[in-house]
């Protein structure tokens, strides 16, 4: 059974970090592609940052500068760190682990919640 439990959202004030976890299970981690999407109310899932299996990372615009994605293959884990946060960041953010695009798994999603 495959499993993507993420963790470490929350309420943080603008302008502070926090750090997404990932851990995934029932998959051979290594070999896929892993990404961080986030979801907010009236909206479509949007990507955030990704990172292959070979360590390449991506990040969209609204993002780069403020948030690095990082992978542990020995614990099959990946993290995105997140700084200055925006209000706009506000959203459930979703792990998502991508083979070829045959096989894609979906975590439950962590909320993170910017505000004063």
């Known amino acids: 059974q495959v499993q993507l439990v993420e963790s470490g959202g929350g309420l943080v004030q603008p302008g502070g970090s926090l750090r997404l976890s990932c851990v995934a299970s029932g998959i051979f981690f290594e070999i896929y592609d892993m990404n961080w999407y986030r979801q907010t109310p009236g909206k479509e899932r949007e990507l955030v940052a990704a990172i292959s299996s070979g360590g390449t990372t991506n990040y969209v615009d609204f993002v780069k500068g403020r948030v690095t994605i990082s992978r542990d293959n020995g614990k099959s884990a990946v993290y995105l760190q997140f700084n200055d946060l925006k209000p706009e960041d506000t959203a459930v953010y979703f792990c998502?682990?991508?083979?070829?695009?045959?096989?894609?798994?979906w975590g439950q999603g962590t909320r993170v919640t910017v505000a004063s």
């Open positions: 998502n682990a991508d083979w070829n695009s045959r096989y894609v798994y």
